[in-house]
Nanobody
Framework: QLQLVESGGGLVQPGGSLRLSCAVS????????IGWFRQIPGKEREAITC????????NYADSVKGRFAISRDNAKGTVYLQMSSLKPEDTAVYYC????????????????WGQGTQVTVSS
């Protein structure tokens, strides 16, 4: 059974940085696209960015362009989300999710999800 576990969330001041990790177990990452999403209470889950099985990066959220970067290390079975210049509006629960090979901005098309990690940006 494939499992995804996020880590690296926490409290950070505006302008600070965090790196989230998504550790994938139970299957190789080789044929998986991994997406990062976030959700604020009362709002729909939002696609942020995704990386395909071949390493192509796709950005879905203009609000994070130039500040967030996704990367993957297949040998470690881990996908990262480097977040910089964080703003209070980035506060959310961040999730990683997996689908086969290709990315999508649609939450419904991902078949495995992590439990989420809280990111709070506040002074």
């Amino acid at each position: 059974q494939l499992q995804l576990v996020e880590s690296g969330g926490g409290l950070v001041q505006p302008g600070g940085s965090l790196r989230l990790s998504c550790a994938v177990s139970g299957s190789t990452l080789d044929y998986s696209a991994i997406g990062w999403f976030r959700q604020i209470p009362g709002k729909e889950r939002e696609a942020i960015t995704c990386i395909t099985s071949s390493g192509v990066r796709i950005n879905y959220a203009d609000s994070v362009k130039g500040r967030f970067a996704i990367s993957r290390d297949n040998a470690k079975g881990t996908v990262y989300l480097q977040m910089s210049s964080l703003k209070p509006e980035d506060t959310a629960v961040y999730y990683c999710a997996r689908r086969t090979v290709y990315c999508s901005g649609s939450v419904r098309l991902y078949d495995y999800w992590g439990q989420g990690t809280q990111v709070t940006v506040s002074s």
